[in-house]
């Protein structure tokens, strides 16, 4: 099958930025969109940013200008930059990967276990 691993959340200072990054690895023979949800504490989990393999990408009205999201399709990871972040952005951050694994041949859904990321005002 295919895993997802995130890295890079932290606890920042509102206006700081920081770097998240999500590498999938297991038997994969195909990666489609990747993309970045979160879910803050009560709150259902919402789409942060997607990119699909061929480059286009779309965001969420609340991080538009001020997240980036790419992605290195050698290394199979995505990245989410987070620049002039707010309190409101603290949230766990959960990485999503429609993937083909080899020997099933079919596209399935894949998340990653979540990394904090924490704003402070």
């Known amino acids: 099958q295919v895993q997802l691993v995130e890295s890079g959340g932290d606890l920042v200072q509102a206006g700081g930025s920081l770097r998240l990054s999500c590498a999938a690895s297991?038997?994969?023979?195909?990666?489609?969109?990747m993309g970045w949800y979160r879910q803050a504490p009560g709150k259902q989990r919402e789409l942060v940013a997607v990119?699909?393999?061929?480059?286009?990408?779309n965001y969420a009205d609340s991080v538009k200008g001020r997240f980036t999201i790419s992605r290195d399709d050698a290394k199979n990871t995505v990245y989410l930059q987070m620049n002039s972040l707010k309190p409101e952005d603290t949230a766990v951050y959960f990485c999503?990967?429609?993937?083909?694994?080899?020997?099933?041949?079919?596209?399935?859904?894949?998340w990653g276990q979540g990394t904090q990321v924490t704003v402070s005002s």
């Open positions: 999503n990967a429609e993937a083909i694994a080899r020997f099933t041949w079919t596209p399935k859904q894949y």
């Open positions: 990119v699909t393999n061929g480059g286009s990408t």
């Open positions: 297991g038997s994969i023979f195909r990666i489609n969109d």
